[in-house]
């Protein structure tokens, strides 16, 4: 079983739509939980940062984790074309970070 | 916060050759680095980490070695280059107060 599960989509949206993204692990020890944006031959941007459980807000964007069901989910509100990248969930161990596969996310205009 | 360094962004290398991808951080001190590499469409995967001068985690058994010369540089090598080599580099670096990893822009590699 792999540690972090993430669905590779693609997902394609109408602009102004909302886009819920996901990610399953399996590991009940992570506590720092990450979603990074990237665009298509660029390194990985950090988007949002979650401590433990709990929800974090930050514009368009909304991290939620809930730690009971090793669930993260990402919702960016009003989509736009710039939104379309690969969004990537990330969680710390020790020493060394996890990632999913990525979403491949496309907002059509 | 901290800048990461890559270079060359671009580099094309025919089978067998040697690879040297160095990577230098700015605005921090003994930080954790880290190799990645992500093929086409895929996720990243672990290639090595560091967490100070000489130390190296080696995550994959491969044709790549990795060292850590200075407190803020982290190099990739090879000796021979395979065509499996081919991928996009990435070097990260950790900010430990907030358990946060942040990503250099990368080096796409292509192996002919």
């Known amino acids: 079983q792999k540690e972090v599960e993430q669905d590779p989509g693609p997902l394609s949206v109408p602009e102004g739509a909302i886009v819920s993204l996901n990610c399953t692990y399996s590991?009940?020890?992570?506590?720092?939980f990450m979603w990074y944006r990237q665009y298509s031959r660029k390194g990985p941007e950090l988007l949002m940062y979650?401590?433990?459980?709990g929800n974090k807000e930050d514009g368009r964007f909304t991290a939620q984790v809930d730690k009971s069901s090793k669930y993260i989910s990402l919702f960016i509100r009003d989509s736009q074309p710039s939104d379309s990248a690969t969004y990537l969930c990330?969680?710390?161990?020790?020493?060394?970070?996890?990632f999913g596969s990525g979403t491949k996310l496309n907002v059509k205009p | 916060s901290q800048t990461i360094h890559q270079w060359p962004a671009t580099l094309v290398q025919p089978v067998g050759s040697p690879l040297s991808l160095e990577c230098t951080v700015e605005?921090?001190?003994?930080?954790?680095l880290y190799w990645y590499r992500q093929a086409a469409g895929r996720g990243l995967q672990l290639l090595f980490y560091?967490?100070?001068?000489?130390?190296i985690s080696s995550e994959v058994p491969q044709n790549l070695s990795a060292s850590r010369p200075q407190d803020r540089q982290f190099i990739l090598s090879s000796k021979k280059l395979l065509l499996s080599d081919s991928g996009f580099y990435l070097c990260?670096?950790?900010?430990?107060?907030?358990?946060?990893?942040?990503f250099g822009a990368g080096t796409r590699l292509s192996v002919l």
């Open positions: 990330a969680m710390k161990g020790f020493n060394k970070f996890y």
């Open positions: 990260a670096c950790l900010q430990g107060d907030k358990n946060i990893q942040y």
């Open positions: 605005g921090t001190s003994n930080p954790n």
């Open positions: 979650t401590y433990s459980s």
């Open positions: 560091s967490v100070g001068i000489g130390q």
């Open positions: 590991n009940s020890a992570f506590q720092y």
